[in-house]
């Protein structure tokens, strides 16, 4: 820690603990296998009770990293606001982190909307589905398309993924009698709905996202994708797919600054507020990709995770003032566990401390002591109002 920088402001955005799978999901899951899925203890889309226990310990790790970092809040808590979308998973989320940071005082978890109602900020939610909009949106994917060359590079994947879920004898196979990989796309693009690309990345994303929750959940080995996984080369093949479908969907331009105005709005305003000097927000991937692509961070891959917007992680935004020449600078890092950390569910401190990776942001230059000039982030925030 460079003793020449104080911390000044900070707002932490979180993506929910470990939930349940979603109903929605699963719902067309089953067309795709004939084997039978796990149960939950918990109701669809739900944190889970370990899910917690881990955002307790995220909690108690960021009050000793804000001590450490000389930000002490007041006993009345008036410098932390803390703001979830109103779904059970984010609000709980937030619940128990201010739990494992703050057990014992009384600070309020604000939400806007009754349990289960998606808050506009946190929502990919189309406001806009206009023919030449769609267009753009399309002309993003095949740009994308050709740069990563998806079709060719995630073969080896939809192949691995068609035998863990059993395809050839799905529901899905007797009605396209086609490889996974080849069932067609198609984009779902309508107003007041999330945009949606259905076919294979659909498929794959929700199956590994239901493998993952299993795994990061300590399901027994044998009901883990059914015990079809054997290593950490064949997690990482299928979780490719579901951060490509993440890209696609959260990062290509057009959606990615759609899905992020209202949430940058947010961001801004916290940031030019005198209080409130430590800010938690809960919400989901989706939000991460959208506001990381639309600030124009640099492409990043997270060390020991697979991926690119883990369960749990938080990404920090943090203004910091230099003590000599009043300047304020800025430092972006992603703060997450590690894929085993999540598997085993340990506890985290600073003898076991999460990982810390540093944001990059396209076309701007660090100083000698790492930080960015705190007018290059302002800008991008004011640049992406709405």
Not at 141 to 162: G, R, T, V
Not at 218 to 245: C, D, H, M, T, V
């Amino acid at each position: 820690m460079n003793n020449n920088y104080q911390l000044n402001k900070v707002v932490i955005f979180s993506r929910h603990g470990i939930r349940t799978p979603l109903l929605n999901t699963l719902e067309f899951l089953n067309q795709a296998t004939p084997s039978t899925w796990p149960t939950w203890d918990h109701p669809f889309g739900y944190l889970t009770t370990r899910g917690g226990t881990l955002e307790s310990y995220f909690g108690h790790y960021f009050s000793l990293w804000l001590e450490k970092h000389n930000i002490k809040l007041p006993a009345d808590n008036s410098q932390l606001f803390v703001y979830a979308n109103s779904l059970q998973r984010t609000v709980a989320t937030a619940q128990f982190f201010i739990t494992g940071a703050y057990a014992g005082q009384d600070i309020v978890v604000q939400h806007k909307y009754p349990i289960e109602k998606m808050d506009p900020i946190f929502d990919p939610s189309l406001r806009n589905d206009a023919n030449e909009f769609k267009q753009q949106v399309l002309t993003d994917f095949d740009k994308a398309d050709e740069a990563e060359l998806i079709y060719k590079n995630l073969a080896p994947s939809f192949d691995l993924l068609a035998d863990i879920l059993d395809y050839k004898h799905s529901e899905l196979y007797a009605k396209y009698q086609c490889k996974l990989a080849d069932i067609p796309y198609e984009l779902h693009f309508k107003k007041n709905e999330e945009p949606a690309l259905l076919g294979p990345l659909a498929i794959g994303a929700s199956a590994t996202d239901a493998f993952l929750l299993q795994y990061y959940s300590a399901f027994p080995k044998e009901q883990i994708a059914w015990g079809k996984i054997n290593s950490l080369k064949q997690w990482q093949q299928i979780i490719n797919i579901r951060n490509q479908y993440i890209n696609l969907l959260c990062q290509t331009k057009t959606l990615a600054k759609h899905a992020s105005a209202l949430l940058i709005n947010m961001i801004s305003n916290l940031m030019q507020r005198d209080h409130n000097q430590v800010n938690l927000l809960v919400g989901h991937d989706s939000n991460i990709a959208s506001l990381l692509s639309t600030l124009n961070f640099k492409n990043y891959q997270l060390p020991e995770q697979f991926e690119t917007t883990p369960i749990g992680g938080k990404v920090v935004f943090q203004r910091f003032l230099h003590r000599t020449s009043g300047q304020y600078f800025f430092k972006a890092e992603y703060v997450y566990q590690s894929f085993t950390q999540l598997h085993l569910g340990q506890a985290i401190d600073f003898n076991n401390p999460p990982k810390h990776f540093q944001l990059e942001l396209e076309n701007a230059i660090t100083n000698s002591d790492g930080f960015y000039n705190w007018h290059d982030f302002e800008k991008r925030l004011h640049f992406n109002q709405l």
